[in-house]
């Protein structure tokens, strides 16, 4: 059974950093795209990053590149978000998703587009 179980989220202040974590089990992630999403309240889910699992290339949405980073671990079958200097704004829910890679990275920046979703990690920043 596909499984992505995320953790890490928090309750964190402004211009803290922030690792989530999203564990992968139930499948080989060789040939899978895994990413990284969010969703605030009253809002469309929308792309953080995603990540080629084999080769490591990543595609960031323009809004997120230069704070976050998303980053594997093949040993562990884990995908990481490092969040640094965080802001209220970036209060959601942030959820992991893979898909099988048939088409070129910047495809799976819709999120229509993931196959299997985790639960989802709560991310509050305070002001």
């Known amino acids: 059974q596909v499984q992505l179980v995320e953790s890490g989220g928090g309750l964190v202040q402004a211009g803290d950093s922030l690792r989530v974590s999203c564990a992968a089990s139930g499948r080989t992630l060789s040939t899978y795209i895994l990413g990284w999403f969010r969703q605030a309240p009253g809002k469309e889910r929308e792309l953080v990053a995603v990540i080629n699992w084999s080769s490591g290339s990543s595609y960031y949405a323009d809004s997120k590149k230069g704070r976050f980073t998303i980053s594997r671990d093949n040993g562990k079958n884990t995908v990481y978000l490092q969040m640094n200097s965080l802001k209220p704004e970036d209060t959601a829910v942030y959820f992991c998703?893979?898909?099988?890679?048939?088409?070129?990275?910047?495809?799976?920046?819709?999120?229509?587009?993931?196959?299997?979703w985790g639960q989802g990690t709560l991310v509050t920043v305070s002001s």
């Open positions: 998703a893979d898909a099988l890679k048939r088409r070129a990275i910047d495809y799976y920046s819709d999120y229509h587009h993931l196959e299997v």
